[in-house]
């Protein structure tokens, strides 16, 4: 068995043409593009939100000090 030449790609795709149509394969391939967009989208908004964490000041305390907080009581309830 040896590697395909392009005659056998070119018969493929004229195969998958004819079984699905022109129509659907574009839809397909326009779904498929906007969803990797919607990915690229999202991976820079994941960026920027975690760039901003970074930027933001974080609190100092010296040694000796306590910071007061909030705890709540876990339970076993949901």
Known sequence: MGSFSIWHWLIVL??????????KLRNIGQDLG???????DGMKE??????????APTPRVSQGET???????KTGDK
């Open 46 to 55: 994941a960026s920027s939100e975690s760039d901003e964490k970074i930027d």
């Open 67 to 73: 910071i007061d907080v909030q705890a709540r009581e």
């Open 34 to 40: 906007g969803a990797v967009k919607g990915f690229k």
């Open 14 to 23: 004229l195969i998958v043409a004819l079984v699905f149509g022109t129509k």
